[in-house]
């Protein structure tokens, strides 16, 4: 079982930086694959970021809307995962979710809150 735990939302005007962070703790060796979804209330979820362990070359994926403002990274004990998102814009309004990939089983956080408001 792994047991995702996010942290670092809130409200930031436009144009501002937020970092996200997320700690996987449970009964697990290593953590195939960490990222982030959003979703909005009544839409369907979008996936943000995702990045590999370091042992699979730590490979970063990135939606096409953020490429360049965010970047995705994991802590040296790989059991974290940090979102940094510079250049918020209004339409990034969310709740993210951290996402863990353990031998194929999706696991999720509870979601923190990103608003982005003048």
């Known amino acids: 079982q792994v047991q995702l735990v996010e942290s670092g939302g809130g409200l930031v005007q436009p144009g501002g930086s937020l970092r996200l962070s997320c700690k996987a703790t449970g009964t697990f060796f290593s953590i195939d694959s960490m990222g982030w979804y959003r979703q909005a209330p009544g839409t369907q979820g979008e996936l943000v970021a995702s990045?590999?362990?370091?042992?699979?070359?730590?490979?970063?994926y990135y939606t096409d809307s953020v490429n360049g403002r965010f970047t995705i990274s994991r802590g040296d004990a790989e059991n974290t995962v940090y979102l940094q998102m510079n250049s918020l814009k209004s339409e990034d309004t969310d709740v993210y979710y951290c996402?863990?990939?353990?031998?194929?089983?999706?696991?999720w956080g509870k979601g923190t809150l990103v608003t982005i408001s003048s």
């Open positions: 996402n863990a990939i353990l031998f194929g089983k999706y696991y």
């Open positions: 990045i590999t362990r370091n042992g699979m070359d730590g490979i970063t």
